[in-house]
């Protein structure tokens, strides 16, 4: 899960004793892997959704859960975006209200951690609306923007534009994910791009 040595050490004893027991109840969950055909690492966000015996090869009538993929990021665009990723990770709590610290499992360095990481559903929500409305773009400046403008969203404001770009169908999915993209992340080519950006990152 870490590689050797005394911090990841620490860390390793941190997520098992604090993050760990938290990852099967999560609505949300972060996974950090690595795909053959992606480079590493490769984060993946799922929803935990109710499914009932058929669905979920169970045979019971009684409804269950499992984990719905929801979006990825890696390479260029979660470099771009890791600071980002660490604000809204660092918001992370438990039911009392104690951080998860998840933040240190996405550290300024090389990240070797490889797992699973529980998220509530504000987090959850953030990062799927970002990891889905990033595909296909290739201006890394227009991505890190909407990562910006995503993190200041409240819960209720990423709920609902999730469900906007994802909930009602093929070809509408399609047009709110296209306005979204150019609401939260200008045109392509807009030199207030760069300059919205660096206001941001303030």
């Known amino acids: 899960m870490l590689a050797s040595g005394f911090d990841n050490d620490a860390l390793e004893i941190h997520y098992r004793k604090y993050v760990a027991p938290h ?3 999560a609505p949300w969950v972060l996974r950090v892997t690595e795909h053959k055909d992606k480079p590493a690492p490769v984060f993946v966000v799922k929803e ?26 890696y390479g260029q665009a979660l470099r771009r975006c890791r600071p980002v990723l660490r604000r809204i990770l660092a918001q992370v709590s438990d039911e009392s209200g ?11 360095r090389r990240i070797t951690f490889r797992g699973n990481l529980p998220l509530d559903a504000e987090a959850g929500s ?3 609306l970002l990891f ?28 609902y534009w999730l469900t906007r770009i994802t909930q009602f169908g093929e070809a509408p999915n399609r047009w709110a994910q296209a306005g979204l993209r150019l609401l939260l ?7 207030m791009v760069l300059n919205m950006l660096q206001q941001l990152r303030q």
């Open 98 to 108: 104690v951080p998860f610290e998840l933040n240190r499992f996405t550290g300024e």
């Open 23 to 25: 990852v099967r109840t």
């Open 48 to 73: 935990r959704v109710r499914v009932w015996g058929a669905e979920s090869n169970v045979s019971s009538a009684a409804p269950t859960s499992v984990l719905k993929e929801r979006g990825y990021l």
């Open 185 to 191: 992340g200008g045109q392509p080519g807009d030199p």
């Open 126 to 128: 953030k990062l799927a």
């Open 132 to 159: 889905k409305l990033q595909e296909r773009l290739t201006d890394m400046d227009r991505v890190e923007l909407m990562a910006w403008r995503i993190e200041r969203f409240t819960a209720e404001e990423a709920a």
